[in-house]
């Protein structure tokens, strides 16, 4: 079987290829304190710098520091859109803008539930280099969200570690220091730590210890203290 280019063919003529070079994904993934908003804008900004016009999302869920910026724990800003999704960001931001687009950064990965569609389209289809950042994995670390799902579409994953609060090794995993269970839960230093495997398991089995006592004596489990992670 041959191939051709005949004008003939109405194939040929009717599926002319869109030559707009493809995008990029690039995934930064870790526990809370890792540095992945610093990574995020370091990125950002060095595209900025090479001339890219950029853009940056974040999750309307999470406006801690700031609503209109992205801000590190450690207080670095950058101006971005915050948003409840990411399907409705190409018409908020206006068409004729999104095409003049070539880096899309997104904080927060994890509160969007359309990040696998959003990043596909943007790289595969509209030639964008998406730079993401989120929580692989929440309290309980298990996936969360969707960041995980985007990683077979990736052109590079940097999973980065903090240190543990407690005894300064790597940090791999991200403690609650309260006893809600919601998956989803806005908080900082106030509400979580970073922590070592050692710590960590210590911590969940101190605070289910602890939860069935509470248990027992009906007591209320906001009791748990965070002091009882010590224990070595
Ligand atoms: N336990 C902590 N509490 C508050 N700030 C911390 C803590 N551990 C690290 N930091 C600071 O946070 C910075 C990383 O912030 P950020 O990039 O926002 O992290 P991430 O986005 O991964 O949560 C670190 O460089 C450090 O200065
Ligand atoms: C572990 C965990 C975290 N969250 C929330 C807490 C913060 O608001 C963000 C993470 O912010 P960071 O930039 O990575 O520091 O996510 C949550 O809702 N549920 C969790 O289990």
Redesign the pocket.
Known sequence: MTFSSSVKDPICVTTKPNYRPTGEIHVIIGP??AG??TALLRRVKLESNDGRNVVMIKSSK?T?YAVDAVVT?DGTKFPCWALPDLSSFKHRFGLDAYEKVDVIGI??A?FFDDLYDFCCNAADLDGKTVIVAG?DG???RKS?GSVLDIIPLADTVTKLTARCELCNKRAFF?F?KTSETE??????AD??MPVCRQHYVNGQSVNEAAKMVLDFHKLPSSLILETTLVTP
């Open positions: 809370m304190f992945k908003t999470d801690r724990h904080d927060e994890q929580l929440d309290y309980l969360f991200t609650r998956t989803e839960l806005i908080g900082g509400l979580y």
